[in-house]
């Protein structure tokens, strides 16, 4: 089972994700969920990473022009996934925190919505589709609360009106992104943010 997990900074994702790890058995093999989160670790995420500290909520980081860090992002997932397939093809489960969506949520800030949506189209059709896309909505008051809350490493906080535009891209999306997953409709859950981690969980559950 593949599942992403999308939502504006401090909506709950990495608390989500760590429930799901817990309860999700493990297969004949033994195998456990492998967690994602993008921009990855890897060879090409560290390098966004390392240039994005103080960018929480999704805007470039000064060292890349909008369309390389589009185009990076795109190259760390490509690099990436292909690892874990294989945990797939054995039973097991891929937890990912921020995927496709995530990509184009924030870069429609920098491009034209034609430009994102070409490019993204295009890397749909070779990036695996997860089996169950969860979407978390929280009002961006109470993720800036979060945020403050649990702000380690210190980093600045994001800015309300951004925030409040990436929580509406986010629903949005979520009501035509249907049509890219293996199950369709059945593969979309809108959640509220604000519920305790373990109704998420439970409602993850239930749906898979």
Same mark, same amino acid.
């Given at each position: 089972?593949?599942?992403?997990?999308?939502?504006?900074?401090?909506?709950?994702?990495?608390?989500?994700?760590?429930?799901?790890?817990?309860?999700?058995?493990?297969?004949?093999?033994?195998?456990?969920?492998?967690?994602?989160?993008?921009?990855?670790?890897?060879?090409?995420?560290?390098?966004?990473?390392?240039?994005?500290?103080?960018?929480?909520?999704?805007?470039? @980081?000064?060292?890349?022009? &909008?369309?390389?860090?589009?185009?990076?992002? %795109? #190259? !760390?997932? +490509?690099?990436?996934?292909?690892?874990?397939?294989?945990?797939?093809?054995?039973?097991?489960?891929?937890?990912?925190?921020?995927?496709?969506?995530?990509?184009?949520?924030?870069?429609?800030?920098?491009?034209?919505?034609?430009?994102?949506?070409?490019?993204?189209?295009?890397?749909?059709?070779?990036?695996?589709?997860?089996?169950?896309?969860?979407?978390?909505?929280?009002?961006?008051?109470?993720?800036?609360?979060?945020?403050?809350?649990?702000?380690? @490493?210190?980093?600045?906080? &994001?800015?309300?009106?951004?925030?409040?535009? %990436? #929580? !509406?891209? +986010?629903?949005?999306?979520?009501?035509?992104?249907?049509?890219?997953?293996?199950?369709?409709?059945?593969?979309?859950?809108?959640?509220?943010?604000?519920?305790?981690?373990?109704?998420?969980?439970?409602?993850?559950?239930?749906?898979?």
């Amino acid at each position: 089972m593949f599942i992403a997990v999308e939502g504006i900074p401090g909506s709950g994702k990495t608390a989500l994700i760590r429930s799901l790890r817990d309860r999700l058995p493990k297969n004949e093999s033994g195998h456990l969920s492998v967690d994602i989160e993008f921009p990855s670790y890897g060879r090409v995420g560290s390098v966004i990473r390392s240039t994005d500290r103080a960018n929480p909520a999704g805007s470039p @980081p000064r060292p890349f022009e &909008p369309s390389s860090l589009l185009h990076l992002n %795109l #190259a !760390d997932m +490509y690099d990436e996934m292909p690892r874990w397939e294989s945990r797939l093809v054995d039973g097991g489960d891929i937890l990912c925190e921020r995927y496709f969506v995530w990509l184009r949520v924030t870069q429609i800030d920098h491009h034209s919505p034609y430009m994102v949506d070409h490019v993204c189209r295009k890397a749909e059709r070779l990036l695996p589709r997860p089996d169950l896309y969860v979407i978390l909505n929280l009002r961006p008051e109470d993720a800036i609360k979060r945020i403050q809350l649990c702000n380690w @490493p210190p980093r600045p906080m &994001p800015n309300l009106d951004h925030m409040q535009v %990436l #929580a !509406d891209r +986010y629903l949005q999306v979520s009501n035509t992104i249907w049509s890219w997953l293996p199950r369709g409709e059945q593969g979309v859950l809108v959640l509220d943010g604000a519920r305790e981690t373990y109704q998420l969980a439970d409602a993850v559950c239930d749906r898979v």
